[in-house]
């Protein structure tokens, strides 16, 4: 099979609720390293993604029960449903290799401004490394953007700080790409670019989302993926394409590219572990 060859089950993306038992893909891509198509099942993570979707709408907090997370304001889901919109939640099934099987919670991005949430799988870099990183830069962005106010829109002060402060954030972006490391079933790591080998620029958020950070979290533990589902928590996003309580497979610019790599010796290590 080739890399145009890779199939797109009909009706994709799924917008269900749950206990669909259909057998379509829940995540696939093309690995650039083996040059092998690899996928991975909803299976039972689509049940287990539906018992969370519930705790999550019960208690009203990502914290574990009867953690102090769980009354922690920081960890409330309340803002989901608010200006700042809702985000994607993500389950993995996985097995380890004396065949006890356990399961990986992620979300997308940072929750209320926070990368690191007990019970839940951590992002692709060194958070320490990332604010020590951005913290300066973004100072820096908000220093011009005060300057900014400070000339006419049309005059050439403007248009200056404007270029400055557009390359600094292209700057930024690019260093924060290369904070990312990947981990696939192999062994093998990388970047975000050795992973996906895009020649165009990589989106924002790339690597953020469920699927990658679930995946790649569990090969750093030496387990074996067996099933994943996601799904959308909170106020629909702004296109009108995720919806509260709705299933979808990971979205195809920012967490596709990188699928291939990462499932990349999945299914050996499945083998290895009997399943």
Known sequence: MSAQDTPFPAGW????????????????????????FHHLPFGDAEREAGRLLDRLERQGSIGLPGSLA??????????LFGKERGKMFGVLECLAA??????????????????????WVPPLFDVDAFQALVTPVERRIKELGRLMADHPRTGERHRVLRRQRKQLSRHLMAAIHKLYRLTNF??????????????????????????????????????????????????????????????YPPCHDKCQPLLGFLLCGADQKRAAYGR
């Open 70 to 79: 769980a009354t922690d304001p920081r960890c409330s889901t309340t803002p």
């Open 186 to 247: 192999r062994g093998q790591q990388g970047g975000l670019e050795e992973a996906c080998r895009t020649r165009t620029t990589m989106p924002t958020g790339m690597g953020d989302c469920c699927a990658p950070k679930l995946l790649a979290h569990a090969a750093t533990l030496d387990l074996a993926p067996i099933s994943l589902a996601e799904f959308y928590f909170g106020r629909e996003n702004r296109s009108k394409n995720r919806q509260h309580g709705c299933f």
């Open 13 to 36: 993306p799924r917008q269900i609720r749950a206990g669909r038992t259909d057998g379509s893909l829940a995540a696939y891509g093309w690995c650039h390293q083996c040059g092998d």
């Open 98 to 119: 004396d065949a006890s099987r356990h399961w990986l919670f992620a979300f997308s991005g940072q929750f209320n401004g926070r990368w690191l949430v007990p019970g």
